[in-house]
């Protein structure tokens, strides 16, 4: 019964994972296609291996000035959210009183708040501070993913024995001495899991970059799958394959990533 239930599962899962490879394999099938093979047939394979499209599209866009932008953003915005994020979590752990419950309870709110209902007013105060088609200025904004790392590393962080802060500030320690020395070393498994769902978040995010950035050398990697799309007709080979250059990097990242995603998030629902 036991084996009969093994296989029934695998069959279950194997069907799934089968159903949700179909897009990808449409996308990368296509990259290899001219537009009248897509018409002809999108699901079918290609009548050989054709890397023009590729060669295209390195030739005609900024790939890598896009990659690059999208790499800088993508490394400052991660380092600061997790350093804000982590700070703010050992701050209102060790923290007591009204105060710590009512920035919580402001932390949760903020939380809550759909980030599309807020772009006007972003815009108009990244405007006054001159950030408006600027990377800097998407680094600021991503900056607010500070929020969600907070909620998850504070989670890991109830986990650690208090036992250890009270015994660094009795041997005379302060507060950013034991954050910096006992729990960043700690709460590494963490930092690295919510660094890769940042990383995933920031490196596929369209609507952000879209309307914060307008000249061409400053755009996203995302932003050149757009450049496809003209006002009339769509450039599918062209588009399949801009899609395929910005996923490919991410599949990878995760890949290698996994692994550290699994163990921070078991670990931080494991108490000792």
Known sequence: MKQLRSIVLSIVMLTIAGIVAIPFYYIVVNT?????????????????????????????????????????????????MLLIGSMAAYGMLIGQGLLTRLIGVMCLIAFLVPGQTTLIPLYRMLSGMYLVDTLEGLVVLYMAGSIFCYFLIIGYMRTLPIELFESARIDGAGAFRIYWSIVLPLIRPILVTVGVFQAMWVWNDFITPNVFINSPDKQTLVLQVYSAVGQFSTDWPAFMTLSVIVLAPLVVFFIAAQRHIVSGLVTGSVKG
Request: avoid cysteine; charge should be negative; glycine fraction near 6%.
């Open 32 to 80: 290899l296609k001219t537009q009248p093979e897509i018409s002809a047939s999108p699901l079918g394979l290609p009548s050989g291996l054709d890397f023009s499209n590729y060669s295209e599209v390195f030739a005609t866009l900024p790939i890598w000035q896009s990659f690059l932008n999208t790499l800088y953003v993508g490394v400052v915005s991660i380092t600061l």
